[in-house]
T-cell receptor, first 112, second 113 residues
């Protein structure tokens, strides 16, 4: 049972480059989330998708875009990477309200 | 808005010691509360949860009780092991506030033999 799968696991970008982080879940969950994790900051929500076809901004959306391609997939795009976007990115999904979120293994992104 | 405040770390304990990690929350509705654990290099895993007041979540010897009167959800374990070394996150989910999870900043626990 794969759960939530993120790719890639590691990435180094130069300032100004673009990239897309991929996320897929096989649990038929309605809601999906993108978080970033920084030392001393915990997890901060970038964007979320409560259901297929909808996306909403979270706490720190600037510099990111998302696409809920279908029920399974939720991608995060950095159009012009900046050093401040160096972080560990986690995708998560949940069935609905009041149910736990399941997390991917994370993507460690470094922007130089 | 909704938020979670948890005890700052790092916490270092000897094996078999008692563990408490404090967590308090602010929520406008009636949230569900969670504890997640993150082992080095991995994603977050659900440790336990409670969905209403006075519920006790438990798993792998860890326990936490949903206290509405004190808006708290403290994590406890009677006897920690070296394998419990990890970062622990308290979180809440409140419907009607964007259907999103709010996480604390995490508490790093190191258990020494």
């Amino acid at each position: 049972n794969a759960g939530v799968t993120q790719t890639p696991k590691f990435q180094v970008l130069k300032t100004g480059q673009s990239m897309t982080l991929q996320c897929a879940q096989d649990m038929n969950h309605n809601s999906m989330y993108w978080y970033r994790q920084d030392p001393g900051m915990g997890l901060r929500l970038i964007y979320y998708s409560a259901s297929e076809g909808t996306t909403d901004k979270g706490e720190v959306p600037n510099g990111y875009n998302v696409s809920r391609l279908n029920k399974r997939e939720f991608s995060l795009r950095l159009e012009s990477a900046a050093p401040s976007q160096t972080s560990v990115y986690f995708c998560a999904s949940s069935e609905s309200q009041n149910t736990e979120a399941f997390f991917g293994q994370g993507t460690r992104l470094t922007v130089v | 808005g909704d938020s979670v405040t948890q005890m700052e770390g790092p916490v270092t304990l000897s094996e078999e010691a008692f563990l408490t990690i404090n967590c308090t929350y602010t929520a406008t509705g009636y949230p569900s509360l969670f504890w997640y654990v993150q082992y080095p290099g991995e994603g977050l895993q659900l440790l336990l949860k409670a969905t209403k007041a006075d519920d006790k979540g438990s798993n792998k010897g860890f326990e936490a009780t949903y206290r509405k009167e004190t808006t708290s959800f403290h994590l406890e374990k009677g006897s920690v092991q070296v394998s419990d070394s990890a970062v622990y996150f308290c979180a809440l989910f409140a419907a009607g506030t964007g259907n999103q999870f709010y996480f604390g900043t995490g508490t790093s626990l190191t258990v020494i033999p």
